[in-house]
């Protein structure tokens, strides 16, 4: 069966930097775009960053533009999610999700999801 498996999350101080992983099972990785998401207690699930199948086109969230950069290696069937000038904001369970051929920026258009690795910033 399909399995998303998310990892490198933890405490970092702010203006600190993380690299979240996304390993990918059970599936032709390189048929799917990969989305990554987050959500923190009592907010709705956000769009975090997208990357199409091939990887050449990337989209970020407005709230993290500039400082996020998501990439993919298909021959590894691996997803990142490269993290600089975290900001306590950025704090919340981080997920990461695949679809089909096209990416999109929606949660519920997306069927396969991981079980979320965990990204707090302090202050």
């Known amino acids: 069966q399909v399995q998303l498996v998310e990892s490198g999350g933890g405490l970092v101080q702010g203006g600190g930097s993380l690299r979240l992983s996304c390993a990918a099972s059970?599936?032709?990785?390189?048929?799917?775009?990969i989305g990554w998401f987050r959500q923190a207690p009592g907010k709705e699930r956000e769009f975090v960053a997208g990357i199409s199948r091939s990887g050449s086109t990337p989209i970020y969230g407005d709230s993290v533009k500039g400082r996020f950069t998501i990439s993919r290696d298909n021959a590894k069937n691996m997803v990142y999610l490269q993290m600089n000038s975290l900001k306590p904001e950025d704090t919340a369970v981080y997920f990461c999700?695949?679809?089909?051929?096209?990416?999109?920026?929606?949660?519920?258009?997306?069927?396969?999801w991981g079980q979320g690795t965990q990204v707090t910033v302090s202050s």
């Open positions: 999700a695949a679809r089909p051929f096209v990416m999109a920026t929606a949660a519920v258009r997306y069927d396969y």
């Open positions: 059970g599936l032709t990785f390189s048929n799917y775009a």
